[in-house]
């Protein structure tokens, strides 16, 4: 399937699953699949990521945001 938009992509996904709230479903943002250094996560992620050992865990807001034209705005972009 496709879609013309990714926030169109992205609300078909979601309503592949049961229902949910903002701190249980589970996204990862992932740039690069051969660097995986650097993940943007949803809350629903951090609670099995928290107590690894090898994951520094920030703070940073992990809302997605989409262009005038609906589609997404890399957070790695933002970032850098």
Known sequence: MTYPTDRDALAAALMTIRPYTAEDVRIV???????????????????????QRNLEIGHEDPSLEFDQKG??????????
Do not use: D, Q
């Open 29 to 51: 943002h992932i740039k690069n699949t051969l660097e995986l250094t650097r993940l943007m996560v949803s809350k629903g992620c951090l609670g099995e990521m928290e107590g």
């Open 71 to 80: 589609n997404l705005i890399s957070p790695f972009a933002r970032k850098g």
